[in-house]
């Protein structure tokens, strides 16, 4: 089982670095982590993501009761349950309000990752969620309906939710989603950007598939200490570098023969 402490610790760490790079503004935003098959660690509603302490974060069961703690769990734990629920691969689930990206649910159109190599083979497609009420059943309602096929959401007219194996992946996930709705608009602004061609997404698709970035129906737990700080980066590093190695290297053979 994960490190109950250190999980407090990281959920603290993540709202620390979303409030600094100012994808959470005020007390918005809310983040939880399987902490086993039976129990959640959630953010405690109302409060600034930036300064929780370990202590504040509440432990729930999957119905969305707390089982210890002072504070009252995130007034959209129904929406993490919801995911958790039907994503056996998910272990930590990351909402905030970055500011670019929820200006693309505002505006209803969906941030393009396919125009970006990295966008396209580490988060895919992003759902565009339709509206209902923040906290209501609406939402985990709305949310269903894509959580299969997806990592990354942006629910419309209010913000945006990653998903992943661990608090990093899904927080690394807001964070890129970011970075590519800024780089989409700026795009926009120079005349649009070009596409890339069928046959590249294609290869991009076949290294997202390879590096097992696809939701899956494989439980984030049944590898035992998972849900925390992830140690598997650097096997990710040396698997993508091994990819463009030999990407390269058929390239060479190509310009040989030629
Ligand atoms: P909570 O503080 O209740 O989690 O709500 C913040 C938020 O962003 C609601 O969408």
Known sequence: MPDEGRLRRDLCEIGRRMWMQGLVAATDGNFSVRLSEQHLLATPTGVNKGFMSPDEIVKIDMGGSPVEGFTRPSSEIKMHLAIYERRPDVCAVVHGHPPTATGFAAARVP??????????????????????????????????RHVKDHNLFLLENHGAVAVGSDLFQASYRLEALEQSAKIAITAR???????????????????????GLLPSEESCLAAGDSCGRPEPDETLVARITELVMEALGEERKVMGAG
Request: charged content about 20%; overall charge negative; proline content about 7%.
């Open 111 to 144: 941030v393009p990752t396919e125009i970006l190599t990295e966008a396209h083979t580490f988060l895919g497609p992003v759902a565009l969620v339709e509206y209902a009420t923040p906290g209501s059943e609406g939402v985990p309602q709305a949310l269903a």
């Open 189 to 211: 602004l120079l005349g649009g950007a070009h596409a890339i061609e069928q046959g590249e997404l294609a290869k991009l698709q076949q290294i997202r598939r390879e590096l």
